[in-house]
Every structure is written in structure tokens, then in C-alpha cells.
């Protein structure tokens, strides 16, 4: 629902099911937005950063795509930020945009908890938990920032939207986390790795399934520009664990969508890390002196392992791009009877029209 416009490239090489791949290429459809007529949509959107509202890192922007989707429609019934003045400042800025009425009522609220208390008799349809990872993802309740057990406790209908990565504290808590999300049937669970909904992605996937192809092989290659990327905690592994969690695990998520689960015993990594010669950047935005060493991430990571099905995985994530553009690439080799495909999803990133793609 939220996917983002991304429009990468796929191709389709050699063997004799790539005529018909290609031929069924054109039927990749352009992505149009047309509001469907329908009741309000009241959303409830927790976080007024960049994935919310957009910024010059990246395409994305969850409100304007909720604008097109939606139409007159979309009612924002409440916007949950600490900070107070930067989620002033983005409802301002909607208030001068074509948008405005969607946000006419719009209340402001400092946490997640103050939120669901005030609307606890009006509960949203939609919210969209688009906060740091730092201050959601745990079921510990003493800071309060275990928000997904706040949001199905008091909206258990609404349909629930949570950003990328789910968490970044222990593998336990993410895993409990994972269940909560799972455990709320009745309603409608979406996580932000938006490159599944892609025109592109879903026709790889038509043509393995149509062709009976068996994935033997997934190669992911992610390297990103890092001029832009002016955020500190980006920057330090303990805040928001490093650009494999932070950003690689789109790829990750695109590579076990193809390759299925993981054998996690398998995997083996190497990095190039920030203290090495390969590893100087020179046009950070960020004072990494003010980061702890042990904290700085590396610069670029290889790593391989074995899915269950035997088949085998392999991605790369490098932070070494300066300028604004991205360069991605995820490859997916298969079989089927007498013949051989090699799929290539390219440029996955688009950059922005200010600026550049990041996480
Ligand atoms: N799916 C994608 O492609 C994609 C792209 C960019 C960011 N993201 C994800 O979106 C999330 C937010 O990133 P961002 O770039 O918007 O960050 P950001 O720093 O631009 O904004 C985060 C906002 O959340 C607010 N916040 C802090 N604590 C909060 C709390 N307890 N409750 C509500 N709001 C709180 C901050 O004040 C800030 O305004 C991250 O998980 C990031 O990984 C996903």
C-alpha cells in the first residue's frame, strides 16, 4: 500500500524461457495512483521525520503517498513526535499544500502513550509507526517505546504500518516483537520493505513461478552515496546497528523473498572496517570523532551463506559512493528442465529530485 516509486530495471538472461520473459517484460505496468471513492480513512502517524514526510535523502515519504492514495479521504487525526516543533513544522508545511484539509485536525501528541489514550474512543484505521527503531521494536515497558504493544492494546482493528528495521535491540526482543506483530489476525500488518511491492520484483516472481524455475542463487550488491547521509546515529552501530541492519536489510529481505529461509550457521562475513586504508572516506557529513571506535560501522561488507533449500546467497553493502547515486543490483539464478535464467533487478534506488536515496 505504501510502496514506494521506485522504477528499477529488470533483466532477463540467457536461456530459452528469456523470449518469454522478455516478451512478458512489457507488461510490467507503470505505477498510477487514482483515489478510490470510499469513506475517511482516520490515520494516526507516529514519527514526523524523513520516511514520514519526505527530506532530500530519498524517495520516500509515507504521507504524500497516503495523499495520492487516498485523496479527500485521508483524515491524519494524529501526529506523535517528542519534538514538538519539527512536527509543527511538517503540518505547516501540509498546510500549504492541496493536502491541507487531510490535516486540518490533526493533534499533535508527545509519545505513543498520550496518542492511544486520547483516541482510545476514536481509534484510527491506519497507523504508520515510522520512529527510530531506538524508541519502538521492544516489548519493555519501562521507557514506553514498546509502541507495537500500545498500538494492538488500544487500536487492535487498525491496520498497522511499521518501518524498517523492526528492532535493533537483542535478537530475543525482536523475535518477541515479530510474534506480537503476528499474533494481530484481525488486522492488517505491513512492514517497509517497500521493493517487494515493486512492479519489477512481482514480475521476477511471475516469471520463476510461470517458468517452474528453482532458485540456485541470489547475489545482492548494494553500494550506497554517503555525502548525504548527515544523520549521526546512522553512523553509530549502537544506535541504529550499522548499515546492514539499517539499510542492507532491504536487500537481505528481497534476497530470502527469492531464496527462502536461511541456514544462519552458514553465513560468513568479512568487512573492510573504518580503521583500515580501505576503509577512509573522505566526504562524510558527519564528525565521526564525536562517534566511540567501537561504535563507527564499516565501509563495505561481503557476506555469503546457504539457504535451506540449499541454494546459496551472497551480499555486498558498501558505503562508498560519493555524489547522490546508488548503485544496486540484486541477481537471482535459476533453473528449470534444460535451461538456465539469470534475473537482474538494477537501480532499485532512484535517487530524489533535491538529493539522493540512503536507507
Ligand atoms: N523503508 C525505507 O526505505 C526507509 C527509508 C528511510 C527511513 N526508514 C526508516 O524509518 C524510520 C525513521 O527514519 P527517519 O529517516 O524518518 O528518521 P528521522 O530522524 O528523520 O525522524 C525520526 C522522527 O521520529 C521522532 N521520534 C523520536 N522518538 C520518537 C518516539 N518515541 N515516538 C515518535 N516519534 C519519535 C524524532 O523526533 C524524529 O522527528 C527508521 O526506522 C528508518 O530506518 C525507512
Redesign the pocket.
Known sequence: MLA?RVRPVLRVSPGSAVQCARRALSDIPTPKVHPAPGPPVNVLI???????FG?D??P?NHSQRLEAKLGARLRVVGL????AE??AGVLASKAATLAAPAYADTVVYP??QAATAALASSPPDLVVL????A??GTTDKSKG?N?EEQLTDAFPAAALFV???VATGPVEEAQKVADLLESRKGSLVSV???LRYSAAVQKMKEIIRENNLTVMMTSARYVMAYEHSS?PAWWNKSIDCGPIV?QAT?FVDLSRYFGGEVDLSSILAHSIEWYEKPGQLSKMAVDESQIPEDDRIPRFTSATWKYESGAIGHLEHGVALQGTEFSTELAVCEWAQCRGVCLCLADSHPQSPTGTS??
Not at 130 to 133: D, L
Open positions: 514506494a507516529v514519527g514526523a521525520g524523513n520516511i514520514n527530506s535523502e530519498g520516500w506523535v513526535d517528542p519534538a519539527r512536527a509519545s505513543v515510522g520512529s527510530p527503531p524508541f519502538r517505546f509502541a518501518e524498517k528495521p517497509g520493505y517497500m544523520k539499517e532491504h540512503s536507507s
